[in-house]
């Protein structure tokens, strides 16, 4: 399984940003996929992550201003981020779980700044 994301870049403090991440190869049982972030220096942290069936779960942090869905026919998984915040800058990273193996994308890296 390979996970591509799409490219994050600046955006303005205040700004909104859909970050989408596509799962190709042996993807016909991808169960769980999810969204994470990481700073340089501290832990990966789990943004939310979403099941085949739709099922949502957000980290308590994390409620309000991000928003995952997918798209299941198309292997996708999106990531709306809105009222962005310069604390918000740092590598977005996805991933996907097929059977007991969790797959990673490299992820794409999201700077909020003026």
């Known amino acids: 399984v390979q996970l591509q994301a799409s490219r994050g870049g600046f955006v303005q403090p205040g700004g909104s940003l859909r970050l989408s991440c596509e799962a190709s190869g042996s993807i016909s049982s991808i169960g769980v996929m999810g969204w994470f972030r990481q700073v340089p220096g501290k832990q990966r942290e789990l943004i939310a992550s979403i099941t085949r069936g739709g099922e949502i779960y957000y980290a308590y942090s994390m409620k309000g201003r991000f928003t995952i869905s997918r798209d299941v026919a198309k292997s996708t998984v999106y990531l709306q981020v809105n009222s962005l915040k310069p604390e918000d800058t740092a590598l977005y990273l996805c991933?996907?779980?097929?059977?007991?193996?969790?797959?990673w994308g490299q992820g794409t890296l999201v700077t909020v700044s003026s």
């Open positions: 991933n996907a779980q097929l059977g007991i193996t969790i797959y």
